[in-house]
């Protein structure tokens, strides 16, 4: 599935068609991320947004939040927001930004999870309120004070050096616009407020009529195996087929599953998530394979199986599937990873110098660094 189309099911599977409308009437400028499309970009800008920015809604969407960062944007207050986002949690700070044509402007952000019927995250709400400037003790004031003084003088010389200082002076203004740090003002947080609970208004009204109600609170029952959004963002950018299943959970359903995976068998993300890996199978896939599987699990241990398996319109294909144990931190098996690689006698040219067995040890690599990493943090932040 290309971008666009990614982009486009993001609010489709979710909400009305009329949402996006409803959306559109809103004054506030707001743009709503992500997380499950790889690279957590941007799905819908606000026509306020691309009033505030300069951008084109088709310049925007696709793309992520750094593109409208700068040299002089404070990286402590980009990672606050990051972190916000890997904690599922709000955030609100005071950022600098950057227009299309490169003007630096600073905004109150505030970063907002929203949250579907299940408990998982499904987007990322975030507003932009502009902050206004503060008044700057007569500085343009004293360098057209003193130009106009030294006209009266009679002295070009002395002219021209007032009027260079007059230039100095308003490039000082500008790096002071840029650098200086700004503060929202009481009435600025109100409209952050505002402008956040009309969004979610406009989303919970449109996402019930679909039947995947949305919320900015996570409503979920517990143990249902959800991913952090951190660890989703990072196993995103594997462009293998693979699925990640957790043995802790009835069954051992499967929690991830790549884009990749979606494309090779035809199945939908929502007709994959919480199934067991046996949707694959059919009426000639071997017994003697899937006991193999089963007794490798069972020992958490890897194994390499070619499988005869189905898709989702019962066409037949030849599976080469590499299953390993996931470990956590602390050395216990958190998943179980499994990697396809289609046996077809088709000419792949994107893979022909990898084979099978190292395309498939570097997802489970790939994979084995993203939860370790993941689960390292959650435990510092815990201490």
């Known amino acids: 599935m290309d971008l666009r189309a990614a982009i486009q099911r993001s609010f489709d599977d979710r909400y009305t068609r009329h949402a996006r409308n409803s959306l559109d009437e809103l004054p506030d400028s707001f743009t709503i991320t ?3 499309i790889p690279g957590h970009p941007i799905v819908f800008a606000s026509p306020g947004f691309l009033k505030l920015t300069g951008y084109a809604r088709s310049e925007v969407l696709g793309q992520t939040a750094a593109v409208f960062q700068g040299p002089c944007t404070s990286r402590r207050s980009v990672m606050e927001i990051r972190e916000a986002v890997r904690e599922e949690r ?3 700070v005071v950022l600098l930004n950057y227009r299309r044509d490169g003007t630096p402007f600073w905004m109150l ?4 999870p929203v949250f579907g019927d299940g408990g998982a ?3 990322f709400v975030a507003v932009q309120v502009p902050l206004h400037k503060k008044e700057r003790s007569g500085v343009r004031d004293f360098g057209f004070g003193c130009c106009r003084k030294e006209v009266c003088s009679d002295s070009l010389s002395e002219l021209g050096r007032v009027c260079s200082l007059e230039q100095v002076l308003e490039r000082d203004v500008i790096e002071l616009d840029r650098e200086e740090p700004s503060e929202a003002s009481d009435e600025e947080k109100r409209s952050a407020a505002t402008a956040m609970d009309n969004i979610f208004s406009v989303l919970t009204h449109y996402s019930e009529a679909t039947g995947r109600l949305v919320c900015r609170k996570r409503c979920s029952i517990p143990d249902v195996g959800l991913l952090s959004t951190s660890l989703i963002i990072s196993l995103g950018r594997i462009k293998q087929s ?6 802790h959970l009835p069954d051992m359903p499967i929690v991830y599953v790549s884009d990749a995976f979606l494309k090779l068998t035809g199945y939908a993300r929502n007709e994959v998530l919480g199934r067991n890996c046996r949707i694959l199978g059919g009426t000639d896939t071997d017994t003697s394979t899937l006991y193999l ?3 490798s699990i069972k020992a ?3 194994c390499t199986v070619r499988i005869l398996n189905y898709r ?3 066409s037949s294909f030849w599976n080469f599937l590499h299953i390993s144990p996931v470990l956590d931190a602390s050395g216990k098996v958190a998943y179980f990873v499994g990697v396809q690689v289609e046996d077809s006698n088709k000419n792949d040219d994107s893979h022909q110098c990898l084979s099978p067995e190292k395309r498939q040890f570097s997802v489970v690599g790939a994979v084995k660094v993203a939860v370790r990493s993941l689960s390292m943090t959650a435990g510092s932040s815990k201490s």
């Open 34 to 36: 992500d997380p499950h």
């Open 90 to 92: 709000n955030t609100q």
């Open 109 to 112: 952000f505030g970063v907002c």
């Open 121 to 123: 995250v499904v987007h």
């Open 242 to 247: 693979f699925v990640l299943t957790n043995p």
């Open 293 to 295: 599987i089963k007794e």
């Open 300 to 302: 958490e241990k890897p």
């Open 312 to 314: 989702k319109d019962k």
